[in-house]
């Protein structure tokens, strides 16, 4: 089932009334990021055609990434997904795997020069817009020589809605979006433990808990939605159990390609 924007508006609703964020600021982002983009935006049929029928793996940037990033490599199966990482975890594909990710989703918090080098090497970059990243912004997009544009409002020239929140849950609807055949999480925890791969300036550990938790309950909302269209697994054997996605561990990783 195809998920469209007028099932997203009640989350987003849900995430600006609970963290207090201002709507307006995230139209300006999306506005911002439309102006920075032009003679340079990537259309998402460039993600279709990259992530399309494949099985693709997702790595968020929890405690388990580095560990999970190893047992994928132990397998040998790494090149055998299309990849999708969030912001962070660009760092541990480069330096751990030695591999270039496919796609990165990024909203600006991770190491920008690794991102930048995923590109260099061949990555897709969709870089997100919202209230509070308008400075990096300002600061970053003019170094990337192109990129898909995200936004969590109305979707704006060379800026779509692809839905979800954090840059974990928006890289599995962004793969769902694009005509996956199956995803796999890994490094997707959800506990209480910022990984070191992920954003390490954390105001309030609360805060992280409960954007942590809408994310998860996202995953589990495009399970129900999706469900008998698309296979959703999980192999972060340390991290919470997420309702509509199975069980698979490492080992079972071969099976599915």
Do not use: C
């Not at 890994?186 to 300036?201: C, E, H, L, P, R």
Request: without cysteine; aromatic residues 8%; negative net charge.
């Amino acid at each position: 089932m195809e998920l469209g924007l007028e099932d997203w508006w009640p989350w987003y609703h849900r995430i600006i009334e609970t963290f207090g964020y201002d709507q307006a600021k995230d139209e300006y982002a999306a506005d911002l990021l439309s102006k920075l983009l032009a003679g340079k935006a990537l259309d998402p049929a460039v993600l279709r055609r990259r992530l399309a029928d494949w099985v693709v793996l997702v790595f968020g940037a929890g405690p388990s990434l580095e560990e999970n990033l190893k047992q994928v490599i132990h397998e040998g199966v790494l090149h055998e997904f299309a990849t999708v990482v969030a912001d962070g975890a660009t760092t541990a594909i480069l330096q751990v795997a030695k591999a270039v990710p496919d796609v990165v989703v990024t909203d600006l918090d991770g190491i920008v020069s690794d991102i930048l080098t995923a590109q260099k090497q061949g990555s897709i970059i969709v870089i997100h817009a919202h209230g509070d990243n308008i400075e990096q912004l300002e600061r970053f997009v003019p170094e990337f020589s192109s990129a898909v544009g995200s936004t969590q409002v109305e979707p704006r020239p060379n800026v779509y809605n692809f839905k979800g929140f954090t840059d974990g849950d928006r890289a599995v609807f962004l793969a769902s979006a694009m005509g996956a055949k199956a995803i796999v999480l890994a490094g997707m925890d959800f506990g209480s433990t910022v990984g070191k791969y992920s954003k390490q300036k954390v105001k309030s550990l609360a805060v992280k808990r409960e954007k942590l938790k809408i994310s998860r309950e996202l995953l589990e909302w495009l399970a129900e939605k999706t469900k008998g269209s698309i296979d959703l697994y999980n192999m972060t054997a340390n991290g919470e159990k997420i309702k509509g996605f199975q069980n698979i561990k490492p080992v079972d990783l071969k099976k599915l390609v």
